[in-house]
């Protein structure tokens, strides 16, 4: 049976990094990811981890006065959004789908935060939402939406070997 949905425990910031540095080499050039979660969840973390999974050496911060951020040197481009500071009228001002009907932007890979400001959802996405874990770190539940498909068992195991302390 195909997984299109799976929890992973990230008992700390190393482990939401390996996390996101693994998901270049599952993800297809013009994904999109959608991220979820409360206030210091984890969104910006994983985000770096996936600009060092595509060999980007420039520093990821949230974008707060730009709208996209935008890493050109890696393997793929990678387009970093924060909707947190954005009214919903603001965000639709913004031709956000550019960053995934890849219509006048090269395809990468797009990272949105607080996505759940989204007017509207692309038809294919990863969606990762990270909660607080009552002991430690954190959990990471990754959805699969439409199109896009990948092993999330592979990505899995992968996962657990770089984190052998996690059962
Ligand atoms: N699995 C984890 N366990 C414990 N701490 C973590 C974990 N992942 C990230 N952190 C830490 O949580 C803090 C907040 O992380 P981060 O800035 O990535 O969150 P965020 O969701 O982007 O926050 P914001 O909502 O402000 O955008 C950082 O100090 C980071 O190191
Ligand atoms: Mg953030």
Redesign the pocket.
Known sequence: MVLHSVLIS????????HLGKLLPKYLPPGSVIL?E????????????GIGEGLGIEEPIV?PTFTLVNEYTEGRLPLYHI?L?RLQPSEIEEIYIENYWEWLEVKPGITAI??SDRLPYKPSDYLDIC?TY?LD???I?KLLLVGKLNFSLEDLNSELRILNPEEK
Request: charge should be positive; glycine fraction near 12%.
């Open positions: 990230l008992p700390d910031k190393k482990a939401t990094r991220l979660g409360d206030l210091g969840a984890g969104k910006t973390t994983l985000v770096q949230s924060d947190y935060e607080w990270l874990n430690r770190g954190r990471a």
